[in-house]
């Protein structure tokens, strides 16, 4: 089993919300295509928090300001 992939689990997908609003958050495909995600984007907070392996991590310290 390789781990190189970004694909979120789809159980995991599902219930994941931004931890600052509680709302709904829109993936960000990898610059390099295909099902890989880069960036979960909340468009109310205007930040985008990183998926590192697969795993996003959701953490308003760590999100990148999409605003600026
Ligand atoms: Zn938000």
């Known amino acids: 089993m390789s781990q190189s992939h970004q694909t979120i689990e789809p159980w995991l997908r599902g219930i994941i919300r931004c931890p600052q ?11 390099s295509g295909g ?15 990183p998926v590192e ?3 996003p991590v959701l953490l308003v310290d760590l999100a990148r300001r999409t605003d600026s």
């Open 35 to 49: 099902t890989e995600v880069a960036e979960l984007r909340c468009d109310t907070c205007h930040l985008a928090y």
């Open 53 to 55: 392996g697969g795993v």
């Open 21 to 31: 609003c509680k709302g709904e958050v829109t993936d960000v495909p990898a610059a």
